[in-house]
């Protein structure tokens, strides 16, 4: 496509593709890699669940799961691709660096001509902080003081013994100059001449009055498990063939299948699966079916078959939630596509809210908010 022969024709040394799911990020990068500039000892990092779909590429390029990759040597790399870079993203200059961004800063510091394009639709893992450690990864560094004092603030909080640092209110809008100036984005609104509607419809699921124990120490997600009640009826009145249902809780997805297998065959996807590619396989070829899926799952594979996606329960991560409602989304079997959000009370309805925000960094929402009306 245009905008994959684009990117080839710039032939960067070092890039972020901020590329939204579906329009094809794999096949420029893999093309990248094995451009004469490039050759010699290169390596592609994904996700263990991408790396059947890489090798299909047959570049000449080493392919390493996250997990590989933190147990493997590699001495004087000529060119790194890191698929799904936003796990790469924990603050490189604050605690709780994760081994991850430890490694991976460590081998482009000590390898300064080393090539390195990072993908991700969503370079925005939690806080400002994820876009700054993924600059750090190509060459562009921002001192780190005044990188946090932009972006966040000292304050003191009664649950805390010492002064911490907060995000500020308005860090998310101003956030956006910075991914402008330094990502490669391409939307697919940018890329077809018509991409039809997404519709998110909010369903109150009535709930027994929650009672807090007494004498007991309870914490808020004692009251969110009461909010999960009754799901299971109201997912069963959507009435679609094929359905992807998204839980966030392992007891509920066990509960999910059991009582959905009495419809209809059920395929789950969470971190127990052992075999994720095959599971993955089966939903998409069954004639009906629920294919369950972990928040934190969305990723590595179409579901462009599916009718809807249903939200039953929400991680509170927003990159989650970006990466799994893209699942219905291909560029070439477009179609309208509905959203269904169970909100079984204040804290489903708060964890909703906190995902709605977080529109305000995702350069695929706020740079194509008039075209998407």
């Known amino acids: 496509m245009k905008h994959q022969k684009a990117f080839i024709d710039r032939n960067p040394k070092k890039a972020i593709l901020a590329w939204e799911m579906r329009v094809g990020k794999s096949l420029p990068a893999a093309i990248w890699i094995d451009m004469p500039e490039r050759r010699g000892n290169t390596y592609i990092i994904t996700p263990k669940q991408n790396i059947k779909d890489w090798k299909a590429f047959k570049t000449k390029a080493t392919v390493l799961s996250k997990e590989q990759f933190k147990k493997t040597t590699i001495v004087k790399p000529t060119a790194i691709v890191v698929d799904e870079a936003h796990y790469f993203g924990s603050g490189l200059f604050v605690k709780g660096r994760s081994q991850l961004s430890t490694a991976l800063y460590k081998l482009v510091k000590d390898n300064p001509d080393c090539h390195v394009l990072l993908l991700t639709a969503t370079p925005i893992r939690q806080n400002a902080w994820s876009l700054h450690t993924l600059l750090c990864y190509i060459g562009v560094y921002y001192e780190w003081k005044k990188w946090r004092n932009t972006f966040f603030e000292l304050l ?79 997912v069963l009145k959507l009435g679609y063939k094929k359905l992807i249902v998204v839980c966030y809780y392992t007891y509920q997805i066990d509960e999910m299948a ?27 070829e069954a004639d009906e079916c629920y294919f369950i899926v972990q928040s934190s799952m969305g990723f590595g594979f179409d579901g462009y078959m599916f009718g809807a996606i249903v939200f039953v329960s929400m991680s509170h991560s927003c990159l989650n939630h970006t990466q799994m409602t893209g699942r219905l989304r291909n560029v070439k079997h477009l179609q309208p596509v509905s959203y269904y959000y169970l909100i079984g009370g204040r804290w489903d309805k708060w964890i909703f809210d906190t995902i709605e925000m977080g529109k305000d960094f995702n350069p695929h929402i706020y740079l194509n908010k008039d075209k998407l009306k």
């Not at 640092?165 to 998310?172: A, K, L, N, Q, V």
């Not at 009535?206 to 009672?211: A, E, G, R, S």
């Not at 009582?259 to 089966?282: H, I, N, S």
């Open 156 to 234: 003191r909080m009664p649950f805390l013994r010492f002064p911490a640092w907060f995000s500020r209110d308005d860090w998310r809008m101003n956030i956006r100059p910075f991914i402008e100036k330094h990502c490669d984005i391409v939307s697919l609104k940018d890329i077809v001449d018509y991409l039809p509607p997404a519709e998110t419809i909010l369903i109150k699921v009535k709930q027994p009055k929650y009672i807090k124990p007494k004498d007991e120490i309870v914490t808020w997600t004692h009251e969110h498990y009461h909010e999960q009640k009754g799901k299971i009826a109201e």
């Open 258 to 284: 059991k009582e959905l297998a009495k419809e209809k065959p059920v395929f789950v996807l969470d971190g127990r699966t052992k075999d994720a590619d095959k599971v993955k396989k089966q939903a998409q």
